[in-house]
């Protein structure tokens, strides 16, 4: 390491994340063997660094705001990214459960909930640490010892014995770390499941190994996996099918039974007081409960047998968004049977989309879809995890989106390496999304099917209408903060104060230069009037011309439209 910070800065909180993510990528698959409670899903491992990396995303975000000379975050800065980032793309039962670990230890090192001011050394550590493990067992609704919430108070009493001589981070982190792995260790002794499966806990495992990232940091040394966690990896390939038989799929108790049907996953934007009678209905309705977060945003973490009551329960306490619902399949591994393989289909199709109106669209098309909502673009490893939801042979990638193509070739390049063969079309709109779904046709050759959609997305000219959040030099001139912009592939060409008027002007320049099909995509900011008005437009001037409508919902822009 290049540069070993005695205190805690932005630039360590950055290095952490970087090595938390690296050392999870190397885990992953170990992490995913050993995983059988609260479920024997194999992915905690997977959901892990999925969080990790929405949170490692967040950071370099900050960092990049800050551009080139124009000094560097703060430690509060990159320490609220990091949970933030963590809490919008937490998975499973084990990844929220590290988001609000993260968060917890954010709001000691940033200033907050537990303190007034920043702590950077040793002493703020340990502080953060042990808030760290007291928020999350809040946030679960029945803690079960012989966990990752088992193995995170051990961490935090390992670091509060620490002396003050050596009061430093690097001492404090190596201390953490260590008591981690020796709990670990015991996890078998302290939950039946995972004695029965001759495995530890696959939450803790994931989370020894973001403390040794933290050890690494601090110090610049790297740690040992602990030998435990390899020992009982190489034995784990019949762990899923003996733990099965006596995993409650809950978090109540350990002991038989069948466990609910569904997993149901979904941000919320509600108050204190509805979340705590939101925690009473979803406990009443199922186990696994888990609801982190605070300050208005939730990531709500449940597994039931209605997963219509639970987002329901949602909607009554404040606005979800980003649903996930996952079927633990009749006969699979949850219920205590052998999981049938499926058999993978020839072709699919996985897009990013920015609003739900248009994810219902793809889905209706047949796509597998990932929400990108504004400001939280999708991270390589959501798009990975796409890629093996579509269970097939080949897959088209739509990234649909510029600023996505490197993380979209990423994702492409990890999914070839699992044997999928992957075409990445490099759409840079959802509307050149929709005019290269029009034209697949999964019963036609692979590269002649790609070929197709390439061709119609590249000839679909995009535009956008926004509106201008502060002054700014634009191609087409200065705008102010309230100003309606046009942009035509990706640059302003259009300023103007109404957004009627503005679309209806960026429309003309675009037909132009021709086109046979004019497609409008409305967001929920967009005026009611808006589609009409531009479809009677189009209608009285360009006779040749046809216009599709679609509602995209919380989309971003007010407006896409796309000429064909």
Known sequence: MAQVPQTLDALAVRTWCGLALRALGRAREEIDAINVYPVADGDTGTNLYLTVESAATAVEAVFAGYGTGAGEPTLADAARAMAHGALI????????ILAQLLRGMAQVLAGGEAGDESHCDGAGLRLALRHAADSARRAVAHPVEGTVLTVASAAADAAAAVGTAEDDCGAIARAAYEGAGLELERTPDRLAVLRRAGVVDAGGRGLVTVLGALVEACTGEAVNDTPRARETAAGAAGAHARAAAGS???????GPGDGPAYEVIYLLEAGDEAVTRLRARLDALGDSLVVVGGDGLWNVHVHVDDAGAAVEAGVEAGRPYRIRITH???????????RPPRERAQRAVVAVVPGEGLAGLYGEAG????????GEPPASGELVQALRR???????????DAELRHTAAAAAEQARTEGIRVALIPTRSAVQGIAALAVHEPGRRFDEDVVQMTSAAGATRYAEVIVAERQSWTSAGICQAGDVLGLIDGDVAVIGPDLTATAETLLDRMLRAGGELVTLVVGDEAPES????LESHVRESYLAVDTLVYRGGRQGAPLLIGVE
């Open 89 to 96: 793309g937490a998975r499973g039962n084990s990844g929220t």
């Open 248 to 254: 409650d799929g809950g978090n109540c108790a350990d």
């Open 328 to 338: 633990f399949a009749a006969g699979d591994v949850h219920t205590g049977g052998e």
């Open 367 to 374: 796509a597998t879809t990932v929400l990108a909502r504004p």
């Open 390 to 400: 579509a269970h097939a042979r080949e897959v088209v990638l739509l990234p649909n």
């Open 530 to 533: 808006v589609a009409t008005h």
